[in-house]
Structures are given as structure tokens and as C-alpha cells.
């Protein structure tokens, strides 16, 4: 079973996620899996499509790459039910490089009025747009991914936020004029749950 929660609502939480609600397994089963996608789009006025940017459809590609994941897999046993922390961003990450395929892009990027399909030249500029500022890309979400790990190799787990940044961004040579990706106290991924403790580098491990 497959819930799309795709729009923003008062009290919803920002961003986007997958969920799992149910494992599928097969000691106990048949045991069918129930996940969800939940994004925060912008629905259309009356009578128009919700339209939405090329960041937030591969966005939606991502998080359908871990519902897909929960879904098609096929296991008896459920401690195999979760993907080891490495590679967890893994399926999701492939789902992304479709999004600009002609595949997907003839049946579904269509132009809302037109009905005409993205022209090749604009996917080929696009493409080489994500060329642009990669060195700036990459410098910063690496730095967030050491932060991570230094974080959760404090042995008393106390710190004072401020000072164990500025000390971890000199330690690794952080160029100033790269901002810090995240901040600390509103690093979801540090401490949404314990399920990316110590592994934010697993998006860039697995792409």
C-alpha cells in the first residue's frame, strides 16, 4: 500500500521524506509493506495543475526511490528489511537519474499548455548547468558530513554548539567563503532520529 501526501498543510512538517509504516517480510506472512511519500508543493488555483521546479521533481524521484525500495523487495526474514546505513540513500539516488531521461521526460514533463515535450536542447543545458559551482557543492556538504561524524565521536556527548563548529571548520581547512551547509541546531539529519546518526556522508557514498 502506497499513500502520496504531495501538498503543503497547516502544521505539516517542511521538506520531504519517505516513510515506512510496515516491513514487508515472509516468516510471519505474507507480510505486505505500507509506505508513504510526503513532499510540500504548491497546489494549483482552481482548475490549473500543481506545477512544479526540476529541483523538486527529482526530489519526488528520491523519495519514490525509498518507497520503491520498501515496496518491491522481496525477503522472509524482516531484520533484512533495512538497507545498511551506507547504502540506504542508494535506491533512492538512482530513481533520481531518470528524471531527465526522454522516457520520463516524453510521457510526463509535458508542457501544461501545449501538451509539447521538453526540447532536447533545454534538458542539454540543464545538464551542463550542474556542472556550475560543483567545487562549492561538494566543499560544502562534505564539510557537513565530517561535522557529522566528529559529532558523535564526542565521548560525553557534550559540546558547546558554537565553539565545536568554529574549531571543526578551522581543523579541516573550511575556506571562508563557503557557508556551512547546515547548521548545527537546525541539522535535521543529526538528530531526527538515530537512523542517520553518523551518516549523512551515505548520500555522496551512495550516489
Known sequence: LFYFDSFARQGKRSGAWAS?????????????????????????????PALISLDDAETLFHEFGHALHAIVQDITFPGLATT??????????????????????????????TGQPMPQ????????????????????????????MELHTQPDGEFDPAVFEREALARIGMPREIALRHRLPQFDHLFGSDGYSAGYYSYLWAD
Open 121 to 148: 536542447t533545454l534538458v542539454d543545458k540543464v545538464d551542463r548547468s550542474r556542472k556550475f559551482n560543483q567545487g562549492y557543492a561538494t566543499v560544502e556538504y562534505l564539510a557537513a558530513a565530517i561535522l557529522d
Open 84 to 113: 545498511p546505513r551506507d547504502f540506504v540513500e542508494f535506491p533512492s539516488q538512482v530513481n533520481e537519474h531518470w528524471v531527465l531521461t526522454r522516457e520520463v521526460l516524453d510521457r510526463f514533463a509535458r508542457h501544461y499548455q
Open 20 to 48: 515506512v509504516y510496515r516491513n514487508q517480510q515472509k516468516l510471519i506472512g505474507p507480510i505486505t509493506p505500507i509506505a508513504s511519500n510526503n513532499n510540500n508543493f504548491v497546489k494549483g488555483s482552481p482548475g490549473a
